[in-house]
């Protein structure tokens, strides 16, 4: 409940307009891009940059007034509810791909060998001999691949660089709350440069697969939710990655203090639910 | 602080900006809501003529206006654009202009992402209406999209996805601003079990959006992924399975009827008690109840796929889990009904048209609860009694409350009155040619009439031509509606603060004088 004396209210913005059209221009180029129109490539680009330097308009707004002192604590409160709720959004878009692995393994590949009273039994006259064994990359036989991806290889050592940052990134807020700017640099410094060693070992991993290991995106079901599962959150941590170099940045600047931190403290936010998602991840798409 | 106190002015400026540009950067509640109403006015008309061109095809056997593939266009975008480009957005006009108002609070809690949330809603719709002008047409598989069909639409695909996703992006930010408004902007002594049931009604929607919309842009996203980068998600030779999209979609298909609906109930909970010069019977009830249906709603998906050949345990879980959200939603009825019972009644546009609310959607609760039963559910599946059935509860549940909040607070956003006569004209009409159309639409359903068809036996003929008859009725009704508004707009009788009798007791909006100044509750107001 608000108990302010006074409220906070932007009265103008420009940049949510040409942040969303930037973005709408981006996407109909990457529609036309699919459809294979030489307008694509042009609006692709071009809203893509319009994107990035609005977003980056809007946000270094943000932070000017951050740090000039116009929010209070009840502007605090909004946007850490606020990132709370996107970050919940962002655990329901990953539950749907889970879903979706866990889906394919106990049901639909079961059925699709014959398995059940119910969809297995017209499956196996469509599908005769398939053997249903996860991975797979389906009865009609389009593409195989010869190896499925090991977890105790670079997934493993992905996972201690991933949880390693998560420890990196809770020091480097310590020396925040401590007023200790030395070690909320080395913290930041330390965090962002494991989670792009993540991406780079992640892009290793998927020449392996694609040049080595003939495993693609087109591998069947397998390939599929291999490489859209671990894909997304490979976007993810990249991303992540991103928000935190800024965070980096304007703490080098003497930006944040004790009290006021919101964007460190929802960058650490996103940062935990992308190394909560990873676990998930090993687990149940590398190792079992 | 120096820098903070020279743009002082700059964030408590006290009115909007000048001319166009006014709509473009504006962070005011209000305009917003604005924004977003007339926005869905313009898409209702849209959808509108969309559901003309279906009901002309349809006037009598045999083809006669349109080629089969356009008429499959149609029912997929007049679907689309009604769901997401008229009837959502009439519910965010209406949170953004009266939530802050109800809660006395001096505006959204995040105004910049709210102009975002609207701006991204009208891309999202441009892209969709693009694909109606390109090579292959407009979407064609129905509004849930379903593989394999859908793969097969060409060119619109991307353009379909890609507006789903920003469709997706403008509701989320709207809910998570929603949230976050009624949770911390809430003036002192307002606690949560004093909000009116609106605010109530719309926070549990706003967590349903933020739950359910990022698995339908995870499905359109692998449809995406299956037509043009080589996934097997939907695709049996490669070890997925289709069937899989239709339980991601109702995954948020089911609880999106209830996105529609449950702020319908919050209008209906606050103009029923008004006109009956009574306090909600059973508020706390109400809460719950609400609650439920949302969480019931998230459980009961596949009951749209009963022929779909699940495993027995499934349909008879989805069948059962199905029929209990008939429990909460009775509760409701019986609330709104004690409400009403021993009230002084009146029966102005508003209290019609939530009167008409509580009848109809009862009846389309109950051919609802047909439909939930498996064994009897292979006969009514795909066909027009599945029309009927969620015209009675997504017209009756999703637009008769936006007319009745429109009449109910239009008088409190413009300063007048609107012309009841026309009002209760716009209400007969609309009522009459509503169960002209849709009613025999069941009889179609039960006679074996399949939906998504521009053609059909001849025995069918003399019901389709009643229905045809009535959506014209019904369509043109609609004009009407429009000239009141915009009359109203214009000018009219000046409408008191109260505007309602006793009014002040249902709500904080009803203090404020009418029209309210552009920034309101800038210092909050006490609640006792």
Redesign the interface.
């Known amino acids: 409940?608000?108990?302010n004396?006074?409220?906070?209210?932007?009265?103008?913005?420009?940049?949510?307009?040409l942040?969303?059209?930037g973005?709408?221009m981006f996407?109909?180029g990457?529609?036309n891009l699919?459809?294979e129109s030489v307008l694509g490539k042009p609006m692709m680009i071009l809203g893509g940059v319009t994107f990035i330097i609005m977003v980056a308009g809007?946000f270094s707004l943000q932070a000017i007034?951050s740090e000039?002192?116009?929010y209070n604590a009840?502007v605090g409160?909004?946007?850490r509810?606020?990132m709370m709720?996107?970050i919940?959004?962002?655990v329901?878009?990953f539950?749907?791909?889970f879903?979706?692995l866990f889906?394919?393994r106990m049901?639909?590949?079961p059925?699709?060998g014959g398995e059940?009273?119910?969809?297995g039994t017209?499956?196996q006259l469509?599908?005769e001999g398939f053997s249903a064994v996860w991975p797979?990359?389906?009865?009609?036989e389009?593409y195989g691949f010869e190896e499925s991806m090991g977890a105790w290889g670079l997934p493993a050592l992905n996972t201690l660089i991933l949880l390693s940052s998560g420890a990196t990134v809770t020091w480097a807020h310590w020396g925040l709350i401590a007023n200790n700017r030395q070690q909320l640099i080395r913290g930041l410094i330390a965090t962002v440069t494991l989670g792009f060693l993540f991406v780079a070992l992640q892009a290793t991993e998927y020449h392996e697969a694609y040049t080595e290991m003939g495993l693609?995106?087109?591998s069947?079901?397998?390939?599929?939710t291999f490489?859209?599962l671990t894909g997304f959150h490979g976007l993810h941590v990249t991303l992540g990655a991103i928000i935190l170099s800024v965070v980096l940045f304007r703490s080098i600047r003497g930006h944040f203090s004790k009290e006021n931190h919101f964007v460190f403290e929802a960058a650490a936010w996103y940062w935990h639910f992308v190394d909560v998602v990873w676990l998930l991840l090993f687990v149940f798409v590398y190792w079992l | 602080?120096t820098?903070?106190a020279t743009?002082h002015d700059?964030?408590?400026?006290h009115g909007p900006?000048k001319g166009f540009m006014r709509w473009?950067?504006?962070?005011n509640h209000k305009d917003i809501g604005t924004l977003y109403l007339v926005f869905a006015l313009v898409m209702f008309f849209v959808g509108g003529i969309m559901a003309m061109v279906i009901r002309m095809e349809l006037f009598e056997p045999g083809m006669q206006f349109v080629d089969p593939q356009f008429f499959n266009s149609m029912t997929t975008m007049h679907a689309l654009v009604m769901v997401f480009g008229a009837v959502m957005p009439a519910f965010a006009g209406l949170a953004n202009w009266m939530i802050p108002m109800m809660i006395g609070?001096?505006?959204m809690?995040?105004?910049?992402?709210n102009?975002?949330s609207f701006?991204?809603l009208v891309?999202?719709v441009?892209?969709l209406a693009?694909t109606l002008f390109m090579e292959g047409g407009a979407p064609a598989a129905g509004w849930t999209l379903y593989p394999p069909l859908v793969l097969q639409g060409g060119?619109n695909l991307?353009?379909a996805?890609?507006s789903v996703?920003?469709l997706g992006v403008s509701s989320?930010l709207a809910?998570?601003?929603i949230?976050?408004t009624i949770?911390?902007?809430?003036?002192?002594g307002?606690t949560m079990m004093k909000m009116p049931l609106f605010c109530w009604t719309w926070l549990i929607t706003a967590f349903l959006l933020?739950?359910?919309?990022?698995?339908f842009?995870?499905?359109v996203t692998?449809l995406?992924?299956d037509a043009?980068?080589?996934?097997?998600?939907f695709?049996?030779?490669?070890?997925?399975?289709p069937?899989?999209y239709q339980?991601?979609f109702w995954?948020f298909g089911h609880p999106e009827v209830y996105i529609i609906v449950l702020p319908a109930f919050g209008v209906v909970s606050t103009v029923i008690p008004t006109f009956s010069r009574k306090p909600l019977f059973g508020y706390s009830s109400m809460v719950y109840a609400t609650a439920s249906i949302a969480f019931l709603s998230m459980i009961v998906w596949a009951h749209h796929q009963f022929t779909v050949?699940?495993?027995?345990a499934g349909e008879l879980y989805f069948m059962y889990a199905t029929m209990l959200i008939a429990v909460p939603t009775g509760v409701k009825v019986l609330n709104w009904t004690a409400t009403m019972w021993k009230g002084s009644l009146t029966f102005e546009t508003p209290m019609l048209f939530a009167v008409a609310f509580v009848v109809l959607f009862t009846f389309g609760g109950f051919t609802g609860v047909m439909l939930s039963l498996a064994p009897a559910d292979f006969q009514y599946h795909d066909s027009y009694f599945v029309v009927a059935h969620f015209h009675y509860t997504l017209v009756v549940g999703g637009t008769f409350p936006v007319f009745a909040a429109v009449y109910y607070w239009l008088p409190k956003w413009t300063g007048h009155m609107y012309n009841e006569k026309l009002g209760q004209l716009h209400f007969w009409l609309t009522l009459f040619s509503f169960n002209l159309t849709f009613l025999v639409q069941h009889f179609l359903g039960l006679a074996g009439m399949p939906r998504r068809i521009p053609d059909y036996a001849i025995q069918f003929a003399d019901f389709n031509m009643i229905s045809s008859i009535g959506a014209f009725i019904l369509g043109a009704s609609q004009l009407l509606f429009l000239y009141i508004v915009v009359q109203t707009i214009r000018g009219g009788e000046k409408a008191t603060d109260e505007v309602w009798e006793d009014a002040a007791k249902h709500g904080l909006e009803w203090t404020l004088p009418s029209p309210p100044p552009y920034?309101t509750f800038?210092?909050?107001p006490e609640i006792k």
């Open positions: 409940m608000s108990t004396e006074s409220y906070y209210i932007p009265s103008k913005a420009t940049w949510p307009f942040v969303v059209f973005l709408a996407l109909a990457f529609a699919i459809n809007w007034e000039g002192g116009v009840q409160r909004s946007y509810m606020g709720w996107f919940f959004s962002e329901m878009f539950a749907a791909f879903g979706t889906y394919a049901y639909s590949v059925w699709l059940g009273s119910g969809p017209s499956t469509l599908w797979t990359s389906g009865p009609g389009r693609t995106l087109g069947g079901i397998y390939g599929t490489f859209m | 602080m820098a903070a743009t700059e964030y408590h400026d900006a473009i950067v504006t962070t609070a001096p505006d809690a995040l105004p910049r992402l102009n975002m701006w991204v891309f999202a441009l892209l693009s060119n991307p353009f996805v890609f996703h920003l989320i809910s998570i601003n949230i976050v949770l911390n902007m809430r003036a002192p307002m933020i739950a359910v919309l990022p698995v842009a995870a499905a692998m995406l992924t043009h980068f080589g996934t097997s998600f695709d049996a030779a490669g070890g997925g399975d069937v899989l339980h991601l995954f050949g699940m495993p027995l920034h800038a210092t909050a």
